[in-house]
T-cell receptor, first 111, second 121 residues
Framework: AQSVAQPEDQVNVAEGNPLTVKCTYS??????LFWYVQYPNRGLQFLLK??????LVKGSYGFEAEFNKSQTSFHLKKPSALVSDSALYFC?????????FGTGTRLTVIP | GAGVSQSPRYKVAKRGQDVALRCDPI?????LFWYQQALGQGPEFLTY????????KSGLPSDRFFAERPEGSVSTLKIQRTQQEDSAVYLC???????????????????FGPGTRLTVL
């Protein structure tokens, strides 16, 4: 079965420090991978996607993600965390007609 | 421009009641998706429409769940005889076209609504 895994339920980072939110994938064929962010009482917001091409994908709000085929990973990164980045982050892959999501990682940026 | 809207935002139902959840996608978006998000979990796929055609309903958990999109825009998710296990946030998403014919497998991002939080007592 195709899946994505987010091994960390919670990530804490100090404001101004680099952040990483981890995601690994298990898919057949070409992986198409996404990152979404969810703020309280709001829908998921698209951050970035990997379809093909460069392994380093740049997205919204200064986020980027690195696709690593040998490690089957697609980690989300940001060079300098902001308190406003505190939210729930979801990694997702594509099924035949849908996205399938990881369980989410709650990021807390400490002032 | 307007994003995806959903109504109601909150719904409390007594067990056994029928409920209807509405989704207004972004104008011009061909694809529409429904997901169910249980507390502390990621969204789980329910069903997918391309225009008015329901192309995939493999995620609907039982025959009590029914979705429609009769004119290819607004969609309604109906749950009959609600049970406590139906309590969740129901998310609607739309996209320009999830897979673009003739361009290989190219997936447009989905835009999500704020969700409807359903509580079944």
């Amino acid at each position: 079965a195709q899946s994505v895994a987010q091994p960390e339920d919670q990530v804490n980072v100090a404001e101004g420090n680099p952040l990483t939110v981890k995601c690994t994938y298990s898919v057949s064929g070409n992986p198409y991978l996404f990152w979404y962010v969810q703020y309280p009482n709001r829908g998921l917001q698209f951050l970035l996607k990997y379809i093909t091409g460069d392994n380093l994908v740049k997205g919204s709000y200064g986020f980027e993600a690195e696709f690593n085929k040998s490690q089957t990973s697609f980690h989300l990164k940001k060079p300098s965390a902001l308190v406003s980045d505190s939210a729930l982050y979801f990694c997702a892959g594509t099924g035949a007609n849908n996205l399938f999501f990881g369980t989410g990682t709650r990021l807390t940026v400490i002032p | 421009g307007a994003g995806v809207s959903q109504s109601p935002r909150y719904k409390v139902a007594k067990r056994g009641q029928d409920v209807a959840l509405r989704c207004d996608p972004i104008s011009g978006h061909v694809s529409l998706f429904w997901y169910q998000q249980a507390l502390g979990q990621g969204p789980e796929f329910l069903t997918y429409f391309q225009n008015e055609a329901q192309l995939d309903k493999s995620g609907l958990p039982s025959d009590r769940f029914f979705a429609e999109r009769p004119e290819g825009s607004v969609s309604t998710l109906k749950i009959q005889r609600t049970q406590q296990e139906d309590s969740a946030v129901y998310l609607c998403a739309s996209s320009l076209g999830f897979r673009l014919p003739g361009r290989g497998d190219y997936y447009n991002e989905q835009f999500f609504g704020p969700g409807t939080r359903l509580t079944v007592l």
